[in-house]
Structures are given as C-alpha cells and as structure tokens.
C-alpha cells in the first residue's frame, strides 16, 4: 500500500540556521513526490515535485528537496531559515504506476521559525 | 495564475441539516478532489473527479457525496450533517498532464462546525 511518513509533528529552527523536514515513503511503483506548505487559515501552496532526473529539486521560496531512492525519502531543506517560513508542511506521494491523479499526503510537520 | 475558489471560509450548521460545499476552478483542470483536514490526519481524500459528471470515491466517502455538472464546478453535499464532519474541507485541481506529474492547486479552504 501507498503511504507517506513524516516522523516529526514539530521542526524548531532559530532564524538564519539551515532547516530540514522529514519525508519518507512506501510506493509499489516509481514514485512522484511534493512538498506543499500551509499558512494559517489558508489552503496548500505547491512548493516542489520530483518525478525523474536530478535528485535535487529546487522549489518557491527558497527550498528544495532532496530525493533519495534507497532510502525512500525526500526531506524538504532551506539553507537559511526565515521567520515567515513558519508554517504546516505537507509531503505527498502518488505511485507512478496509477493513472488516478491520487495523491497520499503525510499528516504534516509544522515547523517554527524563531527569532 | 490557477483559482480555485470556495463558496464559504467559514460555515455553521446543525446535525441533521444538508450541506454544500461549492468549488469553482478558472483554469479548465479536468481533475478535481475534495479533501478533508484534521490535526494529525493530515489531508484524506473524500471523492475526486475526472471529468464532467464523472466521479470515484476516495477514502472516506461515507456521509458524503458529490456533483459535477459543469467543468469549472464541483460540489461536496453532506446529505445529513453529523457532528463528526467538523473540519477543514480542501478543494484542489489539476490537469491531467504525464502521468503523476500533475500538481494538485488548492482552494482557500472551508471551515465547518456541525452543532
């Protein structure tokens, strides 16, 4: 079965430190993963996908992800981190191999930005 | 710029009432999916659609069902309002674009309270 972990509910970082948040997956074909983010009371905002090639996206804002295949997991990085980067951060996952559109989100990482 | 754009931010019903959740695209998307947001659940998917008056259940479609008349519209009806249905409602849309590429646009989002 598909599925996507984020092992942490809450990233604490100071302001001007790098940053990283968790991804791994489960998928039974070639994965297509993204990164969303989620400010207060607004809906998801894209902020990368990985479907083949570099495994090194770079996204809005400032971020990218790292894709790795053996350990399945795409960790969402920024190498300077701003207090309004505090926000809920979603990673998602669709199997390759299905023709639906689905996507399985994580349960989110909120993540504090401190001055 | 992708719209998508919700009838309501914010809705109050009683148990037992019928419910709509309207959401409208301005980017021709064929794809669109109808969410549900809870703390900890992350983002769970209700129905989808992949074209006009086509539709397939996600994962939790019990208590909900849905309508697509038009391209641009999709509806989420609560047949009969139950307490357990408070949460975040998310529309989102995309093109049907290579295979699992497609990036998933969201609406602001609709919060609701059944009392």
């Known amino acids: 079965a598909q599925s996507v972990a984020q092992p942490e509910d809450q990233v604490n970082v100071a302001e001007g430190n790098p940053l990283t948040v968790k991804c791994t997956y489960s998928?039974?074909?070639?994965?297509?993963l993204f990164w969303y983010v989620q400010y207060p009371n607004r809906g998801l905002q894209f902020l990368l996908k990985?479907?083949?090639?570099?495994?090194l996206v770079k996204g809005s804002y400032g971020f990218e992800a790292e894709f790795n295949k053996s350990q399945t997991s795409f960790h969402l990085k920024k190498p300077s981190a701003l207090v309004s980067d505090s926000a809920l951060y979603f990673c998602?996952?669709?199997?390759?191999?299905?023709?639906?559109?689905?996507?399985?989100f994580g349960q989110g990482t909120t993540l504090q930005v401190k001055p | 710029d992708v719209k998508v754009t919700q009838s309501s931010r914010y809705l109050v019903k009683r148990t037992g009432e019928k419910v709509f959740l309207e959401c409208v695209q301005d980017?021709?998307?064929?794809?669109m999916f109808w969410y549900r947001q809870d703390p900890g659940l992350g983002l769970r998917l209700i129905y989808f659609?992949?074209?006009?008056?086509?539709?397939e259940k996600g994962d939790i479609p019990e208590g909900y069902s849905v309508s697509r008349e038009k391209k641009e519209r999709f509806s989420l009806i609560l047949e009969s309002a139950s307490t357990n249905q408070t949460s975040m409602y998310l529309c989102?849309?995309?093109?049907?674009?290579?295979?699992?590429?497609?990036?998933?646009?969201f609406g602001p989002g609709t919060r609701l309270l059944v009392l």
């Open positions: 989102a849309s995309s093109l049907p674009g290579l295979a699992g590429a497609e990036t998933q646009y």
């Open positions: 998928v039974s074909g070639n994965p297509y």
């Open positions: 990985y479907i083949t090639g570099d495994n």
């Open positions: 998602a996952v669709r199997d390759g191999s299905s023709n639906t559109g689905k996507l399985i």
């Open positions: 980017m021709d998307h064929e794809n």
């Open positions: 659609s992949y074209d006009v008056k086509m539709k």
